[in-house]
């Protein structure tokens, strides 16, 4: 009983709620950016590498900023940081979409190629940043790093409870959410999403229905890969502060990945999912258990997407299944 | 303005060597009905692909309305006023009906106000008299409505064009009845529809001029007033219909497979088949009719294994008399069992045979598991591959050459080749000449033919009449999963036949 | 009326028919060499040095004392052994990407009998302990994904992908369990002073003298034949190949569709998890959460690079660890970040998988361009 309450008490209080969210975030970014890319019928595995991309694009943009800089302005930093974010995150997503789109290589080998290229990227950009422009130390960008950091207002520490819950996170946490609703505002109400949706599932009929493919994937990549490469952004910035650690961002690319199937491609339930799965991350530290049997509760967001793919293969709902046509390529005149 | 929608001039494509359209020219006036006729392989598809800019002709000239185009890509084929509705529809079967027929296109804004959509689409379908749920998800709905949001799809985007690719193959007759009514109301209201078909009735009863293709070619054009069901065969084919198919008498027919109120039903439960009873006898040729998807190719792979039934199916060795209930097994079981058969399906490479294999490998469809070691048998298939080669003249650079990449009849020649090599007692083959050229076609029936003499029990499924009744000894014909009628191949007529097809429902 | 301007499109791509070898091969070399120059560029960009020598420091690097051509060549032996055991099941075209986990439960395997058995077992028995129980943990570990793919056609790429994540965790619960000092976290070396269960200490190097991977490279190397002659000689392989083209035609040919699925995702699973015996006793002596690093993800590009020709794969295995420890080394030499190799092998994936689109395709300029046919 008493191990019971301990949980209870942990899991039901703030800062848990806070935590998880801050992990989540991350992965909702993620998630949000591979399932427009999945909706194209494109299985980008090159994700996790583009948010390690994204990342370190930000991170150095920023940087590059701040050192030329006497007095750094935060909020330009932050105009930096999501300006090379968004441009290296862009080169992840085009790398991919070339090679699989026009150029037909196979989607699963050049996606995980390109988690090894990304992830390596990341790192190598990271750990050899100082070297590589002279400057000295470790790359750090603490005025943009405060900036992305920077609560709501007022509203975050003047409202209790209810502020700490919805109030005490950077901004980055609200455009997640945002883009979240937008992008599942865009599927289901509008043409392009429509568009988008039978380019997944139908290449070959939404090709006779005039919709140009490839320029529909590519554009579904391409911004899905800068919505994940965000994500990255949000882990350097907001979680570790304006700083790079060698594979800190570790498997949350792949989670992020794994969301997508728990959320049955739709953005709006990665939001929640995302929150969850967050919960799930950092579950094990509210658990009275021995160190070990931690690490045996970390399987906990794996084993749930294993989990939620049995169930939704074995209830072949039609509405819930992945794109049907996600990993072919297409190629019009194929006989 | 001109009087023509459309001109072709000189068009040709080519896949890798062969030639799909070779310098074919068309024209289709406005407010006319043309039938673009032609056996299959003809070209029908690939010529009317690049109107609809699927493809890309490899030469030619495309006019519309007399001004010279291209056609790159559907946009551009609707832009022009071209549309196409295609055997297999290019619906999204995950939307609805609206979705599906508002799909690609420019609105007024970029957000679907689905109110205003559904009231636009209700104007057209009302003015044509179309019976469509807009809302009905495309999974949920019957071929012959798929094939009504096609259309309104198309007309919805201003089509003044419309290209039907075999529009009846799957239709009922009261479908199809009701399909040409409509399309005679389009024709009224000055729009140009090309429909492409094989079937003379329907040609003669609905079209106002007639195009030939032949073999890729352009043959001619002639009035539909003018023209007869057998001159139109004549430009077909090619020459005189008098096919002169050999049928050898049936020698001591003996009972080879009795089948006992078979009933089989498809993945979405409806009965594909409904309690068919007839015999095959060794010996003789049992032919087998219908329109398509009246339950021919659940048939065959029921008694093949392939496919779950219920009822009988008792096969009897001829020689020994021995007897086996098939019900139940699978294809390994049969084989297991003793029960020699063999089987030639519809859809080749995509079942019976491997395409990226050589011949050796297809050979070993049937053979691999011969012998004790886990190691493969390499020299028998090679042997017989060379033996079929050379029997029946496949043209292949190599035997190892993989057989995705040859020719249709080559690659018929090879499956049919490797399922007589099994010696079958029973030998079921699925629109056996399907694609091929005349030639192939008649040493297929000359193989067909000396099995039967060998006493073997062949069910033939096609779809050419004609060849149904010269080569036959029997007809069963299906209709909606129902036996119609078995008749006496050398006593009916085609008339017959044809009506027993379109038998629906009545006392069947 | 914009399309009903006439223009020409500017380039069309039409299916290639074959192609000699010697093109393709020619394609290939090409596309290595372009890679390798924007890879000179790149470095020299960061380094500022000649990538002249840059790339002598790379050989250097990989090859260049005796120590690391074996480092080298054990390394390339691993890759290739992960690449021959997901080919069978990648054939079939189940998208096995959780070579990862099945590696790390094999290598748990080894690490556990190594531990429990070290002491009391005979070297012999130790030893086939040892594999039995890594083959079946990453048969298992394979089997469990193949089950629902054959029953209920689960997605097997986003199933074993997440097997991966809950291996690693397992890996990580033992290396607390089993760890060396408390609070470390790490298991440390195995059986440091009995050296039971170590390949290069067992009775079988007395035969082959002080090259401690010679086994490891004999092992694998048999693996390659052994696979190769499986894949195109036996009828499991045969049934593979079928079932790989047509699942209709696999019936048809009265192929237990889902039994060959199990049969051979099990097999897969199973060489990995040998792979883990390979690390586990063969070189690292430990085990730890990046025993498979990654190599499960590479081995699927040199499968699918070698068109699943096993002995294609010795090279392209080669190749790319050459250039990683290559890599690895001009690293340390610049004082750059080790991850260097990476983004060096990713560069080069790049360029070899763009290239085969040269090799499957043909692009005509203008509409009325001639084909060459």
Not at chain 3, 134 to 139: D, I, Q, R, V, Y
Request: charged residues 15%; neutral net charge.
């Amino acid at each position: 009983m008493s191990f019971l309450w301990s949980v209870f008490k942990g899991i039901f209080s703030v800062t848990f709620v806070q935590k998880a969210i801050t992990q989540g975030v991350p992965m909702l970014f993620g998630a949000t950016g591979e399932i427009i890319t999945e909706k194209s019928g494109n299985l980008n595995l090159g994700i996790p590498g583009i948010m390690y991309m994204g990342a370190i694009g930000g991170l150095a943009g920023a940087f590059l900023y701040e050192n030329g800089n006497e007095a750094p302005n935060g909020f330009l930093g932050i105009l930096c940081a999501i300006f090379f974010c968004l441009l290296f995150s862009l080169l992840g997503a085009m790398i991919y979409s070339v090679l699989t789109i026009t150029l037909r290589a196979n989607q699963n080998v050049t996606g995980l190629a390109l988690t090894t290229f990304g992830v390596g990227f990341g790192n190598f950009l990271g750990g050899s940043f100082s070297k590589i422009t002279g400057t000295a130390g470790q790359i750090t960008v603490y005025n943009t790093g405060q900036a992305f950091r920077a609560k709501i207002p007022y509203l975050s520490d003047h409202l209790g409870i209810v502020g700490s819950l919805f109030f005490s996170y950077g901004f980055l946490t609200y455009l997640s959410i945002i883009i979240a609703l937008l992008a599942t505002w865009f599927l289901l109400r509008t043409r392009a999403g429509l568009n988008l949706r039978a380019v997944g599932e139908n290449a070959a009929a939404a090709d006779a229905a005039s919709i140009n493919v490839t320029k529909y994937k590519y554009l579904a990549t391409c911004i899905g890969g800068m919505i994940s490469g965000l994500g990255g952004l949000y882990f350097v910035m907001e979680y570790l502060g304006g700083t790079w650690q060698n594979n800190g961002f570790g498997d949350r690319g792949w989670l992020a990945v794994a969301l997508v199937i728990f959320a049955l491609w739709k953005p709006a339930r990665a939001i929640w999912g995302s929150f969850l799965f967050g919960g799930l991350y950092i579950l094990f530290a509210y658990v009275p258990l021995s160190q070990s049997m931690q690490e045996i509760f970390k399987m906990l967001p794996y084993a749930v997407t294993i989990l939620v793919l049995v169930i939704s293969s074995l209830q072949r709902k039609k509405e819930n299944q992945p794109p049907a046509s996600l990993g072919l390529p297409y190629f019009r005149e194929e006989r | 303005m001109t009087e023509n929608a459309i001109e072709l001039k000189g068009i040709c494509k080519y896949f890798g060597i062969v030639a799909a359209n070779e310098d074919v020219s068309l024209t289709v006036r406005k407010g006319e009905i043309l039938s673009l006729l032609g056996e299959n392989g003809s070209g029908k598809t690939t010529l009317m692909n690049m109107l609809s800019g699927i493809y890309y002709p490899d030469s030619g000239q495309i006019f519309v309305d007399g001004k010279e185009v291209t056609i790159r890509s559907p946009k551009d084929a609707y832009a022009l006023g071209i549309g196409m509705i295609h055997q297999h529809f290019k619906l999204i079967d995950l939307f609805t009906a609206a979705e599906n027929i508002i799909l690609g296109m420019d609105g007024k804004s970029p957000v679907i106000n689905m109110k205003e959509v559904l009231e636009d689409i209700s104007k057209l379908t009302d003015r044509y008299g179309f019976q469509l749920d807009l809302n009905k998800k495309v999974y949920d709905m019957s071929v012959s409505e798929k094939q009504t949001v096609e259309i309104v799809k198309m007309l919805y985007r201003g089509a003044n064009l419309l290209i039907l690719d075999e529009p009846t193959a799957v239709l009922t007759p009261q479908e199809t009845d009701h399909l040409f009514e409509v399309l005679r109301k389009m024709r009224e209201d000055g729009k140009a529809i090309i429909i492409i078909t094989h079937k003379l009735h329907e040609v003669l009863a609905i079209s106002d001029r007639v195009s030939i293709l032949r073999k890729g070619r352009y043959i001619g054009t002639v009035d539909t007033k003018d023209a007869t069901a057998l001159s139109l065969t004549e430009m077909m084919v090619g020459e005189k219909v008098a096919l002169n198919i050999d049928r050898p008498e049936p020698k001591h027919p003996k009972k080879c497979l009795e089948v006992k109120n078979l009933t089989c039903r498809n993945k979405y439960g409806v009965k594909a088949l409904d309690s068919v009873s007839f015999t095959a006898m060794g010996g003789e040729i049992l032919g087998i009719a219908g329109i398509a998807g009246s339950g021919q190719k659940e048939l065959l792979e029921t008694i093949a294994g392939l496919q779950d039934g219920e009822g009988s199916i008792l096969f009897t060795d001829p020689d020994s008399g021995k007897e086996e209930e098939l019900i139940g097994m699978d294809p390994l079981k049969i084989q297991k069992m003793g029960v020699s058969l063999a089987f030639v399906p519809e859809d080749r490479l995509g079942m019976g045979l491997v395409g990226d294999m050589g011949m050796p490998g297809n050979m070993m469809v049937r053979s691999y598991r011969s012998g004790h070691s886990a190691l493969l048998e390499q020299k028998k298939p090679r042997e017989l591959s060379e033996q079929i080669k050379n029997d029946l003249g496949v043209i292949t650079p190599s035997i190892h050459y993989p057989v995705r990449r040859l020719s249709g009849g080559n690659v018929q020649k090879i499956l049919v080749g490797r399922e007589i090599a099994n010696t079958p007692k029973l030998l079921m083959t699925a629109y056996a000449v399907r694609g091929l050229d005349i030639n192939t076609s008649y040493s297929i029936y000359h193989l067909l033919n000396e099995q039967k003499e060998q006493g073997v029990a062949v069910i033939y499924v096609g779809e050419d009449l004609d060849v149904l009744l010269e080569l036959s000894d029997r007809i069963l014909v299906l209709c909606g999963g129902k036996i119609s009628g078995i008749v006496d191949a050398r006593t009916t007529t085609k008339e017959e036949v044809g009506l027993l097809m379109t038998k629906h429902g009545e006392e069947a | 009326m914009e399309a009903n301007k006439h223009k020409e499109p500017f380039v069309r791509i039409v299916k290639r028919d074959r192609i000699p070898l010697w093109i393709a091969l020619l394609i290939r070399l090409a596309a290595i060499l372009l890679s390798l120059v924007v890879c000179a560029l790149l470095i020299y960009l960061i380094t500022h040095s000649n990538p002249i020598q840059v790339y002598r420091s790379m050989v250097d690097g990989a090859v260049g004392t005796g120590r690391r051509t074996w480092n080298t060549l054990r390394d390339t032996m691993i890759l290739l052994a992960i690449a021959l055991a997901i080919t069978p099941a990648f054939k079939m075209r189940f998208w096995n990407i959780g070579a990862e986990g099945q590696i790390l439960v094999g290598g748990i395997a080894t690490a556990a009998v190594m531990r429990c058995c070290g002491d009391s077992l005979p070297t012999a028995l130790l030893f086939l302990a040892m594999i039995a129980a890594s083959l079946a943990a990453g048969l298992i570990w394979g089997l469990i994904p193949a089950v629902f793919k054959a029953h209920w056609n689960t997605n097997e790429t986003l199933f074993t992908l997440m097997m991966n994540y809950i291996a690693i965790q397992l890996t990580a619960f033992f290396s607390i369990v089993w760890e060396a000092k408390k609070g470390s976290g790490t298991i440390g070396t195995i059986n440091q002073k009995t050296q039971a269960g170590w390949i290069s200490t067992s009775f079988l190097s007395d035969i082959f003298g002080n090259f401690n991977y010679s086994i490891n490279l004999i092992i694998v190397l048999s693996i390659t034949v052994a696979m190769f002659i499986y894949l195109k000689y036996t009828k499991h392989g045969y049934e593979i190949a079928v079932v790989g083209n047509s699942e209709n035609t696999a019936r048809y040919a009265g192929i237990n569709v889902k039994r060959a699925i199990m049969r051979t995702v099990a097999l897969s699973g199973a060489i990995c998890g040998f792979t883990g015996f390979l690390l586990v006793s063969g070189s690292s002596h430990t085990i730890s959460t990046s025993t498979a690093g990654g190599r499960g993800f590479t081995a699927i590009i040199v499968s699918w690079l070698a068109k699943f020709n096993p002995f294609v794969m010795i090279l392209i295995s080669f190749f790319l660890v050459f250039m990683g420890n290559g890599a690895t080394q001009i690293a340390s030499e610049f004082q750059l970040n080790e991850s260097a190799s990476e983004v060096i092998i990713g560069i080069i994936l790049f360029f070899i998988l763009g290239s085969e689109f040269f090799i499957n395709f043909r692009l005509i300029f203008g509409k009325h361009g001639k084909e060459a046919r």
